[in-house]
């Protein structure tokens, strides 16, 4: 019965050195001299564990058979006459590697701090705004924790849902959680009027391959912007276009040059409310999105701080001044 004991024991020492074995053998293929070493000792020290530490326990525990059965076979011979000759000389080389390692260890990774910079995301940090807008009763203030409850109730309302993430989408609090509460580079906010929350609303530094990607230039700032409206009986009163304008101009006035956003090109509501806050569409995006079990092609639509101030762009009338001159140059045409 001790037999079987320690052969069960065996074997999990076995299984274990063998895993060890599998992750040291990765760094065989590492071009470091010095890794390349550790990796064979711990090879070594692997190979020899399952047994030595089977003999060590049964030492320990006094099993004299288990001692004696793994003292007459020709490996136990060979191994308990090897760490007796060198034993010593063996614990004082494994000693002095294991300090040299975490000397190694310890010096990378003060060199790496040193040569990291602290903190630089792709993009400027808007993590922590914490920027409060108002006009009137109109609010744009920062999400907090005690927000939750808002953003449960309407992410659970199929008609918030047809417009934003699609109806076949079940929000509960851990996936609030992990969609909004992230520590990812956006700064969220939400949405009041009055004393009563209504929506949502968000914006994000494009990436340096969002950049490239979309020929903006890479030393232009631009801001991604995502919103909705959480209370269905105040879908069609222009909110929208007030806080979606609040935000643009308070962006503009902080340097940011150009606002986008990516509105399902059947989502006629959302696009109308960007078109009147003066965003023009600049591309599509074909299957950029999912939603509701198929990808659909979207508008990326982008607002120019250039336009906006230089007039370009006649946000009170909702409509584009240079769509009027192209008109009037084609209704010139059509006269001649």
Known sequence: MIGVIY???????????????????????????????????????????????????????????????????FLGEKITTFFQVYFLPLYLLFSAVSILIMVHMILGKMQKRSTKPILIPDGPNVKND???????????????????????????????????????????????????????????????????????????PLTRDELNKFNFGLETIVYGVDYFIGIPK??????????????????????????????LIENKRDISCYEKCGFQTYRVLPHHRRHEGEFHDCYLMVCSKQKIQSGDVDITNNQSTTKNKNNSKRNQKGEQ
């Open 234 to 263: 105040y879908f069609r009163r222009d909110y929208g276009v007030r806080y979606m304008s609040m935000l643009r101009d308070y962006l503009f006035s902080h340097d940011v040059d150009l606002l986008v956003v990516d509105p």
């Open 7 to 73: 052969f069960v024991l065996f074997l999990i020492l076995l299984f274990l050195c063998f895993i060890v074995l599998l992750k040291s053998l990765d760094i065989l293929y590492l071009k470091s001299f010095f890794k390349t070493i550790t990796c064979l000792l711990i090879v070594f020290f692997t190979i020899v564990f399952p047994f030595l530490g089977t003999y060590c326990i049964a030492k320990i525990l006094s099993h004299q058979e288990v001692i004696t059965f793994f003292e007459s076979t």
């Open 130 to 204: 914490k920027i409060k807008i108002a006009d009137k009763d109109f609010l744009i203030r920062p999400l907090t924790k005690a927000d939750m409850h808002y953003l449960m109730t309407w992410l659970t309302d199929e008609k918030v849902l047809e417009y934003h993430d699609g109806r076949d989408v079940q929000y509960d609090e851990k996936l609030i959680q992990k969609q909004y509460y992230n520590q990812k580079n956006v700064a969220r906010f939400i949405l009041e009027k009055g004393k009563e929350a209504i929506g949502y609303l968000q914006y994000y």
